[in-house]
C-alpha cells in the first residue's frame, strides 16, 4: 500500500533553516510528480511546492518562492523540502502528498515550528 512518511520537523529560530524528508514506499515513486502542503494552526492546508517525476521541474507557492527547495532522490525514493530564511508564519505542520491513479495520499505531517 502507498506510505509517506514525513520527518526532521522541530524548533528553528527565525531566519534559520531547516529540511524536511518524505520517505515513499508502495508505488513507483519515480514516476509520480510530488508535493509538500503545510497546514499552519487554526487554518486550512495549503500548497507549498511540487517536483516533477525526473526532478526537472519544480513549482512554488509565492509565499515561499525563493526561500524554500524541494529536491528528491528517486533512488531512496524520498523528497525533501529545504526551508531557509524561515519566518514564524511558517509554523505549520508540513505534508507531502502523491496522487496515484485518482486517489491522493498524505503522510501523517511533520511538525515546524518558528520561533525565537
Known amino acids: 500500500q502507498v506510505q509517506l512518511v514525513e520527518s526532521g520537523g522541530g524548533l528553528v529560530q527565525p531566519g534559520g533553516s531547516l529540511t524536511i524528508s518524505c520517505a515513499a514506499s508502495g508505488f513507483a515513486f519515480s514516476s509520480a510528480m510530488m508535493r509538500w502542503y503545510r497546514q499552519p494552526p487554526g487554518m486550512e492546508r495549503e500548497y507549498v511546492a511540487a517536483?516533477?517525476?525526473?526532478?526537472?521541474?519544480?513549482n512554488y507557492a509565492d509565499s515561499v518562492k525563493g526561500r524554500f527547495t524541494i529536491s528528491r532522490d528517486n533512488t531512496k525514493s524520498t523528497v525533501y523540502l529545504r526551508m531557509d530564511s524561515l519566518k514564524p508564519e511558517d509554523t505549520a505542520v508540513y505534508y507531502c502528498?502523491?496522487?496515484?491513479?485518482?486517489?491522493?495520499?498524505w503522510g501523517q505531517g511533520t511538525q515546524v515550528t518558528v520561533s525565537s
Open positions: 517536483i516533477s517525476a525526473t526532478g526537472r521541474i519544480e
Open positions: 502528498k502523491v496522487s496515484v491513479m485518482t486517489t491522493d495520499y
